[in-house]
Structures are given as structure tokens and as C-alpha cells.
């Protein structure tokens, strides 16, 4: 079975030199997917098979479209709040250890494998149509979906098993020659071929908010939407990830709710503002010290910020070091304590990673650019109706993200989602400006001429 693993993993990634922009966008995002960060081809530098996927498609764009490549690269849109995260890893890197130092290789690898799925989805965005992309990517989805039912009634992970295996390293916590369950006592858990049920549950919170804005869309297609929103939200309970099903009820109410007329906004918001200090007062009740949540208790993310400020308190601004936690907290198998000794978990949440890595200046700048994807996506919600759910699956990633941090590169997933639909606007923000229109008539005027065509092909092939 390793051998057919690595005759499809290698199949794949032939097949990105012989497609186009949208095969290599559709083989990314299945790449990353499939293929989880606890795989490695190389140990020492750590390269796994997910990153050759990101790597190759930036190294084929770059030769046979370089004019989309560097405008998508250098594109204003991002320069700002990516430019200063450049510039925190940087400043992080000389101030601990120097400018030739593992300090600041860390920091260019975060950079490459962070902001890399950004802006290998924006390059896509530029050129494909969000609707017909989404449609090409329903079969992949409804397998993903189709193995994280399977693992539940099996009760093991047969894929991650598989795929780990195959390779030459494995940096899991799992026992590969083993049944591997993530199931608890009190609810289920699965993983497919992501590094935690948590991964999982970003991947399919991203999926749900990227296609929930197609039930807008009467067309023949509609069926096979609800048929996938369907089979995802089935996902996100198998998942067992609160925070995942959570910031997807939260994107959907959000997206509904500026669906909106202006009375009905001001009477949900208020009754939203009345009954959330009931609804919030049982959150913290029933979170509190309950030692079955782990991570999600209040008692145990308090313990872990005061952790996170004890250890950046000798260097706020710049942090201990690009990638500190990962490396050097948790170097070995034992794991970081307070004081006390209470186990402090994996510090799930990305405020505490990043502030014990880059200090403050570090955690301003990735929420800077995360601020920053969500107003362009806000503004632009009405005048492209290709990215009107945009901003809620935004919202929701960086709800996400807070709450229960990047494990398994899972921050990834949103990245691809949330990029491709920045690279949209920048198209049509391209194409109002050449043609000194609006935006929203860029769209129409756009779809208006591949309308055209259509009726064109048609009226040949009856022709004929």
C-alpha cells in the first residue's frame, strides 16, 4: 500500500506541470489535505510532502504565467499587513540570535509555508471563476467527507495510517501499527488525514462557509450544494470540534445577517445583545473547571496566557525567537508547566504562540493581516457576488484560530479559501480600473462577454 501511496502522491504532483491554474489550485488544495505535516520526505530541514505541493505551484506559475505571478505577488492589496508580519519575523529573528541564524531560517519558512497559501490561492483568484472552481472541487470534497463517516463506523483511521507510513519519516504522536481512534468518552473525534480533529475541523468549517453562499444560486446544480453542505455539517459533528462547529453557526448567522433589511438588523441585534449575557454566563458555568473540556476550560487557557506573558515578559515586543514554542518548549516529548506543574497542553490558541515568539509586535501583525482580509472582503461583498460569504468564512477563521490555534498547519485551509476570493477582487478591481468602471460592473461586463461566448459555442456546435 506505501507504494500506491507514493505512486499517487508523485502522480499528483506530475500532473500540476500538465493542468493549468486552476488543475494546480484544485491538486494544492488537495495535496495539503491528504498529505499532513506529520509526513516528512526530508527530517533535517523538515520537508514534507504538503510543502512540495505549495512549492511546486509557485515554481510552475512562476515560468509559464510570470506577468500574473508578479502581479499577484506584489499586489497592493496585502503589501501592508504582510510587509510588517515580514518585518516582525525579522526584527524577531536579529534580536534574539542574529541575521544568520536558525532564528531567522524559521522565520522565512514561516513566511514561505504561512503566507505561501495566501498567495498561491490569490494567483488562482485572478484568473478562475469562484462558482465554477467550487463545482470542480465537489467530488474531492464529498470523499473527504465520505472517509471521516468511515472512520467513525470503523472505529480507526485506515488513510492516515496509510499515508504516514508511506513516507520516510513520522513526527505523529500516533501509533501507526495500531487502531487509531480519537473517539472520547463523551464525544466523537475524527481526523481523516490532518494531524488532529481540530485540523479537520478548520478544513471543514472553511469548506461549509466557502460553499454555504451557492444556496443563493438557483440553478440545476443547487441539489449537488445542499447535497455537499450536507454531508460537511454531518462532518462537523463526527469531528467532534466545538470550535469548528461553533464558528460555522457563527459565520452562517453572520452572512444571514447582513442578508438583512436595515429594521429587522437593529430588532436581531438587539435581541442578540439581551440574550447573550444569558447565553454567556452557561458558556463560562459550563466551561469554567470542568476537566473533561482540557483546553476549552477557562481555568486552563488562563493558566496558559499567564504562561505566555511570564515567558515574554524579558522580551515583548520582539518574543523569545521565530518558531520558540514549537522548538524549544516543546523540543522533546515532555511538555511545557507552570509554575505548579500543571500540564499547560499544547497552547492552543495563536495568541499565545505568537506572543511567545514575536512578542507583541508579532501578535499585532498577524491579526493586522487578518483585520485586513476581512474589511477588503466586507467591502467588496456587494458589489461581487462571487465573494459575498467571504467575510463570515473570514470572521469565523480568525474566531477559530483564537480560539484553538494552528495545529497541524490548519490555518492553511482558510488560507486557501480566503485567498482565492482576495484574488477575485483583485481581478475585477484590475478591470475597473483599466476600463475606468465601477467594480460591480467590471463583474457584470465580465460575465456578460463569457455569457456571449457560451451562446457562441453553441450556436457553432448547432451549426454543426
Given at each position: 500500500?506505501?507504494?500506491?501511496v507514493?505512486l499517487?502522491f508523485f502522480?499528483l504532483?506530475a500532473?500540476m506541470?500538465l493542468?493549468?491554474?486552476?488543475?494546480?489550485?484544485l491538486i494544492?488544495?488537495?495535496?495539503?489535505?491528504l498529505?499532513?505535516t506529520?509526513?516528512?520526505?526530508?527530517?533535517?530541514?523538515?520537508?514534507s510532502p504538503q510543502h512540495?505541493?505549495?512549492y511546486a505551484?509557485?515554481?510552475i506559475?512562476f515560468?509559464?504565467?510570470r506577468?500574473?505571478?508578479?502581479?499577484?505577488?506584489f499586489n497592493?492589496l496585502?503589501?501592508?499587513?504582510?510587509g510588517?508580519?515580514i518585518v516582525?519575523?525579522?526584527?524577531?529573528?536579529i534580536?534574539?540570535?542574529g541575521?544568520?541564524s536558525k532564528?531567522m531560517?524559521?522565520?522565512?519558512?514561516?513566511i514561505?509555508?504561512g503566507f505561501?497559501?495566501?498567495?498561491?490561492?490569490?494567483i488562482c483568484?485572478?484568473?478562475?471563476?469562484i462558482y465554477k472552481f467550487?463545482q470542480k472541487?465537489?467530488?474531492?470534497?464529498?470523499?473527504?467527507?465520505f472517509f471521516g463517516?468511515?472512520?467513525?463506523?470503523?472505529g480507526?483511521?485506515?488513510?492516515?495510517k496509510l499515508?504516514n507510513?508511506?513516507?520516510?519519516?513520522?513526527e505523529?504522536?500516533?501509533?501507526l501499527?495500531?487502531?487509531m481512534?480519537?473517539?472520547?468518552?463523551?464525544r466523537?473525534r475524527?481526523?481523516?488525514t490532518?494531524?488532529?480533529?481540530?485540523a479537520?475541523g478548520t478544513?471543514?468549517?472553511s469548506l461549509?462557509l466557502?460553499?454555504?453562499p451557492?444556496?443563493?444560486i438557483i440553478?440545476r446544480e443547487?441539489?449537488?450544494n445542499?447535497l455537499?453542505?450536507a454531508?460537511?455539517?454531518?462532518?462537523?459533528?463526527?469531528c467532534?470540534?466545538?470550535t469548528?462547529m461553533?464558528?460555522?453557526a457563527?459565520g452562517?448567522c453572520?452572512y444571514l445577517?447582513f442578508?438583512?433589511?436595515?429594521?429587522?438588523?437593529?430588532i436581531?441585534a438587539?435581541i442578540?445583545?439581551f440574550?447573550?449575557?444569558a447565553?454567556?454566563?452557561?458558556?463560562l458555568?459550563?466551561?469554567?473547571?470542568?476537566?473533561?473540556?482540557?483546553?476549552?476550560s477557562l481555568?486552563?487557557r488562563?493558566s496558559?496566557l499567564?504562561f505566555?506573558v511570564a515567558?515574554?515578559y524579558?522580551?515583548p515586543?520582539?518574543?523569545n525567537?521565530n518558531?520558540?514554542?514549537s522548538?524549544?518548549i516543546?523540543?522533546e516529548?515532555?511538555r511545557?508547566?507552570?509554575?505548579?506543574?500543571?500540564?499547560?497542553?499544547?497552547?492552543?490558541?495563536?495568541?499565545f504562540?505568537?506572543?511567545?515568539?514575536?512578542?507583541?509586535?508579532?501578535?499585532?501583525?498577524?491579526?493586522?493581516l487578518l483585520?485586513?482580509?476581512?474589511?477588503?472582503?466586507?467591502?467588496?461583498?456587494n458589489?461581487?457576488?462571487g465573494?459575498?460569504g467571504?467575510y463570515a468564512?473570514?470572521?469565523?477563521?480568525?474566531?477559530?484560530?483564537?480560539l484553538s490555534?494552528?495545529?497541524?498547519?490548519s490555518?492553511s485551509?482558510?488560507?486557501?479559501?480566503?485567498?482565492?476570493?482576495?484574488?477575485?477582487i483583485?481581478?475585477?478591481?484590475q478591470i475597473?480600473?483599466?476600463?475606468?468602471?465601477k467594480i460591480?460592473?467590471?463583474?457584470?461586463?465580465q460575465?456578460?462577454i463569457s455569457n456571449?461566448?457560451?451562446?457562441?459555442?453553441?450556436v457553432?456546435?448547432?451549426?454543426?
Open positions: 500500500m506505501s507504494f500506491a507514493l499517487f502522480g504532483l500532473y506541470f493542468t493549468d491554474t486552476q488543475g494546480r489550485f494544492l488544495i488537495m495535496g495539503t489535505v498529505f499532513p506529520t509526513a516528512l520526505l526530508v527530517k533535517n530541514p523538515s520537508i512540495l505541493f505549495l505551484f509557485f515554481f506559475e515560468f509559464r504565467d506577468e500574473n505571478f508578479r502581479k499577484s505577488i497592493s496585502l503589501m501592508v499587513p504582510i510588517i508580519s516582525s519575523y525579522v526584527f524577531t529573528a534580536y534574539n540570535s541575521i544568520a532564528d531560517y524559521y522565520g522565512v519558512r514561516d514561505i509555508d505561501g497559501y495566501i498567495y498561491a490561492a490569490f483568484g485572478r484568473k478562475v471563476d467550487s472541487l465537489i467530488p474531492f470534497v464529498i470523499i473527504v467527507c463517516i468511515i472512520e467513525i463506523l470503523l480507526d483511521n485506515i488513510p492516515y499515508v507510513a508511506a513516507f520516510p519519516y513520522y505523529g504522536s500516533q501509533n501499527s495500531a487502531t481512534s480519537f473517539v472520547e468518552s463523551w466523537l475524527t481526523c481523516f490532518t494531524k488532529h480533529p481540530t479537520f478544513l471543514l468549517m461549509f466557502f460553499y454555504f451557492n444556496l443563493r440553478n443547487r441539489k449537488k445542499i455537499v453542505l454531508l460537511l455539517a454531518i462532518n462537523l459533528f463526527l467532534g470540534s466545538r469548528a461553533l464558528c460555522s457563527l452562517v453572520l445577517y442578508k438583512l433589511k436595515p429594521l429587522l438588523k437593529i436581531v438587539s442578540f445583545i440574550a447573550s449575557s447565553i454567556l454566563a452557561v458558556l458555568q459550563n466551561f469554567k473547571t470542568n476537566e473533561d473540556h482540557g483546553g476549552s481555568d486552563f488562563t496558559q499567564l505566555s515567558a515574554v524579558n522580551s515586543i520582539f518574543g525567537g518558531k520558540y514554542t522548538h524549544v516543546f523540543a516529548d515532555t511545557a508547566s507552570d509554575s505548579s506543574g500543571t500540564d499547560l497542553g499544547g497552547l492552543e490558541s495563536i495568541v504562540s505568537l506572543l511567545i515568539d514575536r512578542g507583541f509586535l508579532g501578535l499585532f501583525s498577524y491579526y493586522l483585520i485586513w482580509m476581512f474589511v477588503l472582503l466586507f467591502r467588496y461583498r458589489q461581487l457576488k465573494i459575498c467571504g468564512l473570514m470572521a469565523s477563521g480568525a474566531l477559530f484560530l483564537t490555534g494552528t495545529i497541524g498547519n490555518s485551509f482558510l488560507f486557501l479559501f480566503v485567498g482565492i476570493q482576495l484574488g477575485y483583485s481581478h475585477y478591481k475597473a480600473f483599466e476600463s475606468n468602471i460591480s460592473d467590471a463583474e457584470s461586463n460575465k456578460s456571449e461566448k457560451i451562446i457562441d459555442a453553441e457553432i456546435d448547432a451549426e454543426s
